[in-house]
């Protein structure tokens, strides 16, 4: 398969797979601020670039609707992702970001928004080098404008945004294959809710089984198990954040997370962002925690139900509680929340409470790709520590 555009791009080509010769680290380079193009790239007439500044409620409610109605859907149509606002803006202004990578392109005439992407900053621990990355998302196209090659202009105007403050890696996930993953991870999915999963078409009754078999196959408890258990405060950001770092110590491509970090991606934000620690009832000590993000999905075609609530296995770190009750207990959570599933990848070591809490395997994948840096040997799964949202 041509990949035209990613055949120009520093990053891992088909064609290299294999080539032993070639070492880990950066594919090109850093260059001089004076040689990037200090002006954006060349839209199609009719178009022009904006900065979507996620903090004037007009234009974040614009982006929202942008990727309500074009954002990404699954293969069959079924669902389509529905980031909120307040989770948008959760994921766009962590600490150290940048304004100026949150990009649009508007209608000139119109002023209508038809294009998005954006990048955040991040240290990206590979192996043991530490990389300051942007992590770009919600790379989105109006349907209307689809398969126009603007993609690749939206991706080297966000280039030159990133090469401009002196970054020059970046990481990315997509459910597409492109040059070239360094790992690939699946969706898990565990039902609280099977009815509604069955309704809309995405679980099935399985043979032998009757509906209200299978709502208590997947029953939870009424509560939680682990003593101590509570929502994350800000106190207790220095523990979580010394747990989380020295959890992710052990696998090969990881968010460097300082405690300032920890405070915007863990502390619980209604809507947005779970967390619940585990303090022990005798010393005080915070020994675990787990997390989830909320996003919804927008159910497409269907007459009884508009909106999928969806969480999202976040980061979770198991010390002194097994990981099988800690997990346990963030679906119990979830289904006290009203959440109807609750997803997870294999990466890290979900894989060892996946099939035992009752999840069943996705039929999405989730490619991992760095841009500007050479991973030597593809991952396993259970070797990436890095969820991006
Ligand atoms: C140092 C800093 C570096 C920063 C930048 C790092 C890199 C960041 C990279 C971005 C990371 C984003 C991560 C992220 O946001 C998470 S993945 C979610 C991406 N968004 C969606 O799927 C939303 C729905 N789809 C669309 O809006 C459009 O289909 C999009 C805009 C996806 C493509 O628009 P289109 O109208 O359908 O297509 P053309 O314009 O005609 O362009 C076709 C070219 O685009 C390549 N393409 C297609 N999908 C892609 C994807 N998901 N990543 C990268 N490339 C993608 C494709 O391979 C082809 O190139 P090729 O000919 O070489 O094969
Ligand atoms: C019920 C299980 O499926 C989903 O939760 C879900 C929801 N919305 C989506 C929107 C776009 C989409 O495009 C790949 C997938 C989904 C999926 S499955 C993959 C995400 C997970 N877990």
């Given amino acids: 398969m041509r990949h035209r555009f990613w055949e120009t791009q520093p990053v891992g080509q088909f064609k290299d797979a294999g080539d032993i010769s070639l070492s880990e680290g950066p594919i090109e380079p850093p260059a001089p601020l004076s040689a990037v193009k200090p002006e954006p790239y060349n839209l199609p007439a009719l178009y022009e670039w904006t900065t979507c500044d996620m903090d004037d409620e007009q234009t974040c409610a614009e982006v929202y609707s942008l990727l309500t109605n074009n954002y990404v859907e699954d293969d069959e149509n079924m669902f389509r992702f529905n980031y909120s606002?307040?989770?948008?803006?959760?994921?766009?202004?962590?600490?150290?970001?940048?304004?100026?990578?949150?990009?649009?392109?508007?209608?000139?005439a119109s002023k209508k928004l038809v294009a998005f992407i954006t990048g955040v900053p991040a240290r990206i621990r590979v192996r043991n080098e530490v990389v300051r990355m942007a992590e770009v998302n919600f790379l989105c196209v109006h349907k209307k404008l689809r398969s126009k090659r603007l993609a690749p202009v939206m991706i080297k105007e966000v280039t030159r945004r990133v090469h401009l403050e002196n970054i020059w890696q970046a990481a990315y996930t997509a459910g597409v294959v492109l040059p070239t993953p360094f790992t690939t991870c699946r969706y898990w999915h565990r039902s609280l809710n099977p009815k509604k999963l069955i309704d809309v078409g995405f679980s099935r009754l399985g043979a032998r089984m009757t509906?209200?078999?299978?709502i208590?196959?997947?029953?939870?408890?009424g509560s939680t198990a682990t003593p101590g258990l509570r929502k994350m405060e800000l106190r207790d950001v220095p523990a979580v954040t010394r747990l989380l770092r020295e959890y992710l110590s052990q696998y090969v491509v990881v968010p460097d997370l300082d405690e300032n970090d920890v405070e915007h991606w863990l502390l619980p934000l209604e809507n947005v962002v779970e967390s619940y620690v585990v303090e022990s009832p005798e010393t005080h000590e915070v020994t675990d925690f787990f997390s989830f993000y909320s996003l919804p999905s927008s159910i497409l075609n269907n007459q009884n139900h508009s909106v999928l609530k969806a969480a999202y296995s976040y980061y979770n770190v198991a010390k002194k509680t097994p990981l099988l009750q800690l997990m346990n207990d963030a679906l119990i959570v979830?289904?006290?929340k009203d959440y109807d599933v609750f997803n997870a990848l294999d990466a890290m070591h979900n894989e060892t409470f996946l099939?035992?809490?009752?999840?069943?395997p996705g039929d999405g994948q989730l490619h991992y790709y760095l841009y500007n840096y050479r991973v030597r040997n593809a991952l396993r799964p259970s070797e990436l520590g890095l969820v991006l949202l």
Avoid: C, N
Avoid at 88 to 102: I, N, Q, T, V
Avoid at 211 to 214: A, E, G, L
């Fill in 355 to 360: 099939k035992e809490l009752k999840f069943g």
């Fill in 334 to 336: 979830a289904k006290q």
């Fill in 211 to 214: 509906m209200s078999r299978t």
């Fill in 216 to 221: 208590r196959l997947y029953k939870l408890p």
């Fill in 85 to 108: 606002k307040e989770f948008l803006r959760w994921a766009l202004r962590p600490p150290g970001y940048f304004k100026s990578w949150h990009i649009g392109v508007r209608v000139k």
